[in-house]
Nanobody, 127 residues
Framework: QVQLVESGGGSVQAGGSLRLSCAAF????????MGWFRQTPGKEREGVAA????????YYADSVKGRFTISRDNAKNTVYLQMNSLKPEDTAMYYC????????????????????WGQGTQVTVSS
């Protein structure tokens, strides 16, 4: 069983920054894919970024490239999402997701590729 716990959400003004954390508890393989998704009411869950915990490869949605950075601390089983230059359109519930024993690859942005999910943390960006 794997449990994911997100933290770090909040309210900021446009141009500000937030760092989200995802602490993972349970058994992990050497290679796992950890992702961040976001969702607003009435819309599908959108892949924001992902990272291979083994090799460190990273993946980003075009809408966040150059502004968001995903990183991991394998010793702490924690993945981070540093969000800079935030825009009102970044407002959403952000979810951490994990798939064990696999590299992210081309499926990284598909919610169905992940088995484990956190409860989410709200990010609100005001103009």
């Amino acid at each position: 069983q794997v449990q994911l716990v997100e933290s770090g959400g909040g309210s900021v003004q446009a141009g500000g920054s937030l760092r989200l954390s995802c602490a993972a508890f349970g058994y992990f393989y050497n290679y796992n894919c950890m992702g961040w998704f976001r969702q607003t009411p009435g819309k599908e869950r959108e892949g924001v970024a992902a990272i291979d915990t083994g090799g460190g490869s990273t993946y980003y949605a075009d809408s966040v490239k150059g502004r968001f950075t995903i990183s991991r601390d394998n010793a702490k089983n924690t993945v981070y999402l540093q969000m800079n230059s935030l825009k009102p359109e970044d407002t959403a519930m952000y979810y951490c997701a994990a798939e064990l024993g696999l590299r992210c690859g081309g499926r990284w942005s598909r919610a169905v590729a992940y088995k484990y999910w956190g409860q989410g943390t709200q990010v609100t960006v005001s103009s």
